[in-house]
């Protein structure tokens, strides 16, 4: 999950950076994930490094929590 | 020489069942229950097949689907292992890899040149220039089987399957695991390769009659399934199993797995090991005890286990002549294990295998200890067989793909799972574990466990016991030769020194190794040469095999015949609520996004182009219906849903009035067209839009993440299924549309851009009023369940109905781009001559501040519109996709092109360089053909009335 820099106050370097690049780098991660039957957009957070789920819950939850 | 034996108790064969086949043009006969391969060994043919590289005649090896010298052209059928494969009436078979059959192979000749052709030759040698044409003259000699291009196309059906427990291999232990599994109320699926159950459970020891009283709990248990003839090809995330069944794959979602794989006895490495005759211990068994065949007739059991004086046991319960039992232990005798009636032999090297006149092994040479200060003797010993029994692998194949890691166990000279994933189970030999008693209580032990985990009760990980586990594989059972032909990897020819060479050339890990040497690559995939060629290359490095890994292994396990992994083809398409009013006008129907819609509507004695052209004139003169169920049809309500617009698309929605509809553009964070859409306001707080027909799933998908980060007060609904809508267009919509509806839709009452909601043919209905393909149209939306009837009301008004191809014509001379055909993923508004729908001064809307960056730089294409001059436009064969060509070079794309009926000549859009973008420039377009052509661009609309 990448949170977008501020569009009216962040350089075209720093959008384009957030547009395109991505680290890819195994580890920690917040995801949106998608329950396609119902349209449910929920987070997910998981460690690719070792393919485990850690926490799946709604996004009204995302302020309460730290990120992993 | 080989042969069949009186009747053996649990044979796997029906000798009241005659087959009778042909190999290599010569007819044979063997028993139902028979492999190809047993088939012709009973017959007593020694040499089945010829090897990859130096067309060395080969044998029975395995007999456990590692023999890749035993592979089969069955009739259309390239590469059928023989070892495995079941015997059938009439089969073909002949042997491949060879030229000229397999007693004459005239492919023979290459291994004179062996000296010549080091391991690394080919690379070496044909690298560079002239490699194409050595490639060429190289395949033409090698290669297994032919394909047959014309053979029919074969289904192989899928299916998918559940367990709480699946237990993989039901030999002994795996029996054992599946029952105790079950009593722990587990669902159980029980998979094993072989065509029985068992596994080498009768001959590594399980009591007279057990296996048989455990397949037959396992049969009565009503919750357990057994597939017999079914491996395990792959495993992959979070349990899932592909099982490959003869005539079906089946997909097996577990629980937990358990691998009761058992072990891969691997060969022992000298001079000529090769040879047909010179077979495994274990190979020997399966032709005894499931086969009924004698392995020879005076045969040498070279062996460093208990295993192989098992074997010289049963050997003489069929009165099979045991020549000698060799040892390559030190101070190991027949004594040890009651057979010193018996030549047995400890401290044995093994020399070389000769080959008779038939090719096959006709005397083992040996080299016997010396006493004390005496050096040792070679001795030349007869025999028909030479049965290896020096030590194991295990079949880690499944579980390294399930993520364990292999350990090499010094004191057990045996790889073990050094850590088990969850959910990942091991048991019994694969596990070091040897004994039978042992690998029973291990079995029991693994089901019940993995049953628990199944139920989600225990998340633990099983290590291995070790107790009670003795060494049975020798440490190093490889002995060079100066003549060399000691094959490490039967499939690809490869020997000690071919090894030895690629390590100094400082491929000296097993990963470098293997593709310099292409250790393990053959069709058994190293299964029988692996852990050896490792063992060599340590030892050449004075390193152990606990000091590195061996290659990854991956799936699939054997390999997957390409009809089991072909899909089924399936295209599923969507039909509209009228699509049998289509029919019925004879329509012809086309896919799009996923639907099936009418292209146009046939006429008897036009051709399509006719068609579409009667069509379009319809609309430009009269009156046409299109069905456009198939757009996206969504809703949102709520105190923030025109917020939710303004952020969503390009224009602004919150100002909209009531009962107004509005053109909206939808981008991606990028800036580039995703979608596009009419928005009506139907309320304060109530809005309906329509996208795209490919797109409705997707937006409505992405407005849901949308609002799922935003957190606005508004909620959606899909109606795209719930809703058919259709475009009533051109002069006379009006005039019609007032007879059907109580709607007010005179000009005063129902502007251009205007939405109402009333009555159409008597059924509630929401009119859009739209200009797409015409200047007068209207949009009509109406519940799923009355599309007929407003429909066919429409239709009994004298409305001609036009399918898609017609309305890409008719909203071409309206100028009007498509958006994913006149847009791509890398065009942005401003470049699709959409800017006018851009409210660049609003607050945010999603893709704005990439757009920002767009404006800056400029537009680097633009969409513009082009004709051809008229006395090109018939026949020009000019097509969508064909280039733009400036000054030599590539400067844009058609993207559109039709014949305007309307207008009388070819027009089109296309994708151009900024600098050809002014209307009255000509571009150069090259035709399908090759030609090029000259148009002119123009301004659109091509037409402005109409």
Known sequence: MRVSPDPDNCSDAEWTAYLFNRGSVPGLKREWWCHTPSGYWFIVERDTARDEILATYDATELAMRAAP | MMYRLNPVAGEWI??????????????????????????????????????????????????????????????????????????????????????????????????????????????????????????????????????????????????????????????????????????????????????????????????AGEIEALVNRVSAAKNIELLTATYAAGVY?????????????????????????????????????????????????????????????????????????????????????????????????????????????????????????????????????????????????????????????????????????????????????????????????????????????????????????????????????????????????????????????????????????GAQEGFDSTELLKRFSTLGMGPSQGKLSNLHGARILMRSRDATLADTALTTQRPFLHPVPLKHLAGMGFHPHRLSAVHDCHVALDANFMTVGGWQRPEYYKTSGQARAECIAAEVRAVRESAGLIDVSTLGKIEISGPDAGAFLDRIYTGSFSDLRVGMTRYGLMLDEGGIVRDDGVIARLGEQRYYFTTTTGGAANVYRELLLWNARWRMDCAFVNVTGHRAAFNLAGPASLTLLRTLTDIDVSESAFPFLGVREGRVAGVEARVLRAGFVSSLGFEIHVAYRNAGQVWDALMSAGVRAFGVEAQRVLRLEKGHAIVAQDTDNLTNPFEAGMGWAVRMQKPFFVGQRSLRIHVRRGARQKLVGFELPPDQAVGAAIRESNLLIHEGDIAGRVTSVAHSPTLGRTIGLAMASPNLATPGTTLVIRSSDGRPLSARVVRTPFLEAG
Not at chain 2, 53 to 60: N, S
Not at chain 2, 304 to 314: D, I, T
């Open chain 2, 237 to 501: 995330a979070d349990q899932w199993v592909a099982l490959v069944e003869p005539t079906r794959m089946t997909k097996v979602r577990a629980g937990a797995v358990v691998f009761a794989t058992g072990v891969i006895e691997q060969p022992t490495v000298f001079r000529n090991n090769d040879l047909p005759g010179v077979l495994l211990g274990s190979a020997a068994q399966r032709l005894l005890r499931r086969y009924a065949i004698a392995p020879g007739k005076r045969v040498i059991v070279l062996t460093a286990n208990r295993e192989g004086y098992e074997l010289v046991r049963e050997l003489r319960v069929h009165d099979v002549e045991v020549a000698a039992i060799l040892d390559l232990r030190a101070g190991f005798g027949g004594d040890a294990y009651g057979l010193g009636d018996l030549r047995c032999v400890p401290g044995v090297v093994p020399e070389a295998a000769i080959a008779g006149s038939n090719g096959a092994v006709r005397a083992l040479r040996v080299r016997l200890p010396g006493n004390g200060t005496r050096a040792g003797s070679i001795e030349t010993i007869a025999c028909d067989a030479v049965l290896m029994s020096v030590g194991f692998a295990p079949a880690s194949g499944l579980l390294s793909q399930a993520g364990v890691v292999m350990q090499y166990d010094m004191a057990l000279q045996q790889h073990l799972p050094a850590k088990l994933p969850p959910g990942v189970f091991a048991a019994g030999r694969v596990n070091g574990i040897y004994d039978s008693a042992a690998r029973r209580q291990d079995g029991r032990d693994a089901g019940a466990e993995a049953a628990a985990y199944a139920r989600g009760g225990h998340v633990g990980t099983r290590s291995v016991r070790a107790e009670s586990l003795r060494q049975v594989s020798h440490p190093y059972p490889v002995f060079p030769h100066p003549a060399a032909r000691e094959f490490v990897d039967l499939d690809e020819d490869i020997q000690v020194k071919d090894l030895l060479a």
């Open chain 2, 14 to 207: 029906d000798r009241s069942s005659t087959l009778e086949f042909e190999f290599e043009g010569h007819t044979f006969r063997g028993f139902a229950g028979d492999t190809i391969t047993t088939a012709l060994a009973a017959a007593g043919e020694m040499t089945l097949g010829r090897s990859f590289k130096y067309h060395r005649p080969r044998g029975v090896f395995s007999l456990a689907n590692h023999d890749a010298n035993n592979l089969f052209q069955v009739g259309e059928v390239p590469n059928v292992r023989g070892d495995v494969t079941a015997l059938a009436a009439g089969m073909q078979v002949a042997a491949v890899n060879t030229i000229g059959g397999l007693k004459g192979d005239r492919a023979r000749f290459i291994e004179w040149l062996a000296p010549f052709l080091p391991v690394g030759f080919y690379y070496k040698a044909f690298h560079g220039r002239h490699f194409p044409r050595w490639e060429r003259r190289i395949r033409a000699i090698s290669g297994l089987g032919r394909i047959h291009a014309g053979a029919a196309r074969q289904r192989t059906p899928k299916r998918y399957a559940f367990c709480d427990v699946l237990v993989i291999g039901a030999g002994l232990t795996g029996l054992a695991t599946a029952l105790s599994a079950a009593d722990a109320g587990a669902r159980v699926l029980l998979v094993d390769e072989n065509a029985c159950a068992g596994g080498g459970g009768a001959w590594t020891g399980a009591a």
